[in-house]
């Protein structure tokens, strides 16, 4: 059965946790694993924009030794001239994964679904899961062992960023928090989901429309923009429902003493967030968007691993994944 990456909890803590050691390890020594050796070739296909995610898979691969592919939809003959499950079917005769940024989370399991290479979600409406790889990361090299801290995320809790905080910090065990206007709530099954993942790992999930309810006490404070891509139509109205959601200094006075603040970019600065915060001093954003690069090619060099015949044998995707094994 081969491992994809479409949402947060498609690992268990076990294994999220040794993709995010790998991912230290690979940034400490950027060049010292090539498991794409080769070169073999990973398709990124985005069917919206990206500076982040394309530059860091478009880098990482080739730090691994692989040939990026970068595919525009717009070019190619996925969105509609082409089906997710015969596209998939002539790129696994081709390359070693599939990372894809799309609208409908059901394209990714349709795809996954038909092949037997790795598919990777770089973003779908409904989750993030490779950025939160990388917030989990950078939130561990600034605050240390990731369970029993608290995160409060702030503004549009039904977004991908929102709904992929619930399922990577229950699974991480961490205390996560949503703070969202009662119509901009986070899926139901979601949250239960998130919920069952937290009672497993010690972890805890809080939903509410109180800003200052999510944000007291709070380790790490994150938001993400009110408009996320394909819902520029509704840019008037969310603008005015998310007014009382903006993360200021105001809000911040209420989190720990030492907390951080994080934004996956692009930013809205004024709106989601003032300048004073992003650019002040609790601002880990620039750390968090560098580590798009090491997360995902721990994720990449782990997935390669999980479905290599090896796996199959008895051995275990971190044993394989696992820098001197
Ligand atoms: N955070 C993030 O995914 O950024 P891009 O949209 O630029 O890839
Ligand atoms: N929620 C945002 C994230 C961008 C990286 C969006 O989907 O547009």
């Known amino acids: 059965m081969t491992r994809h990456f479409l949402r947060d909890d498609d690992l268990t803590q076990a294994e999220q946790s040794a993709i995010l050691d790998l991912a230290v390890e690979m940034k400490r020594d950027r060049w010292g694993a090539k498991p794409l050796a080769g070169p073999q070739s990973v ?104 369970a029993g801290q608290t995160v409060a995320f702030v503004g549009d809790g039904a977004s991908n960023m929102a709904q992929s905080y619930l399922l990577a910090c229950a699974t991480a065990g961490m205390h996560v928090r949503v703070a969202s206007p009662v119509e901009f709530a986070p899926a139901p099954q979601v949250v239960t989901d998130a919920e069952h993942r937290a009672a497993e790992t010690g972890g805890s999930v809080l939903v509410v429309t109180d800003p200052v309810a999510a944000v007291a006490g709070a380790d790490v404070v994150v938001t993400d923009t009110w408009v996320s891509m394909g819902k520029e139509d509704e840019k008037q109205q969310r603008l005015a429902t998310f007014a009382g959601y903006r993360v200021d200094d105001e809000l911040l006075a209420h989190a720990a003493d030492d907390a951080v603040f994080m934004h996956c970019l692009p930013a809205d600065r004024g709106y989601e967030v003032t300048a004073e915060v992003i650019d002040g001093p609790r601002s880990i954003i620039w750390d968090e968007a560098e580590n798009r690069l090491h997360a995902q090619k721990a994720l990449l060099a782990w997935l390669l691993a999980a479905n290599a015949p090896t796996a199959a044998d008895g051995a275990t995707a971190a044993d394989v994944a696992t820098p001197g094994n």
């Open 43 to 146: 398709a990124v296909i985005f069917d919206k924009s990206s500076t982040r995610t394309r530059v860091s898979f478009h880098v990482g691969i080739s730090d691994l030794g692989g040939s990026p592919l970068i595919i525009s939809t717009a070019n190619s003959q996925l969105g509609g001239k082409e089906t997710p499950t015969d596209t998939a079917r002539v790129l696994e005769r081709m390359v070693s994964a599939i990372v894809w940024r799309t609208y409908a989370q059901s394209g990714l399991e349709e795809m996954a679904a038909s092949t037997t290479v790795p598919v990777v979600n770089a973003l779908s409406d409904d989750f993030h899961p490779c950025q939160l790889l990388a917030d989990l990361l950078t939130i561990r090299e600034h605050r240390g062992a990731l």
